[in-house]
């Protein structure tokens, strides 16, 4: 016996304009998107209570000006089983980081063209720590 071939319905014509409008209205947003990377060196945080900064993270080709974050990636390393307070900033404003990796939307709106930096502090009881592998990755349009 030979299995019947079902058949999709066709789509109402009345939704063809608004599926146009979805359509280019994504394109629009995938022209005008862009993205930068940066790295920083490593770096030591040895002083308990007071920030380590790291190098700033520019942009290699500038975005256009007038152009706004809309998420940042970042990641960090430290050895195994070590802990630190992290936050990431903006001239304009920080976030803090929960974890050694992820993204955020927190400094979405901002200017794209803006360095950024890590910002690290001891946890009460740490001994110093290196934190290498430091990397973001700024989306904007």
């Known amino acids: ?5 079902r058949f999709a319905p066709r ?3 009345r939704c063809w304009p608004a599926l146009a409008l979805l359509l280019a209205v994504a394109s629009t947003e995938l022209q005008a998107a862009g993205s930068w ?7 030591r945080v040895s ?9 700033a993270l520019r942009p290699g080709g500038m975005p256009a000006e007038g152009e706004a974050i809309t998420s940042i990636t970042w990641r960090y390393r430290l050895p195994p089983g070590r802990a630190l307070n992290a936050r990431l900033c903006h ?3 920080c976030v803090a980081l929960p974890a050694m990796r992820g993204t955020t939307r927190a400094l979405a709106g901002l ?8 910002h690290f502090s001891l946890p009460r009881g740490e001994d110093p720590i290196r934190v290498g592998g430091l990397q973001v990755i700024v989306n904007h349009r």
Do not use: C
């Not at 016996?1 to 071939?5: D, K, T």
């Not at 002083?47 to 190098?55: E, H, I, M, N, Q």
């Open 47 to 55: 002083v308990l209570g007071r920030d380590t900064v790291s190098a």
């Open 1 to 5: 016996m030979r299995p019947s071939r």
């Open 37 to 43: 990377v940066a790295e920083a060196p490593a770096l």
């Open 11 to 13: 789509p109402d014509r």
């Open 111 to 118: 200017p794209a063209d803006a360095p950024l930096a890590f």
């Open 91 to 93: 001239p304009a404003g």
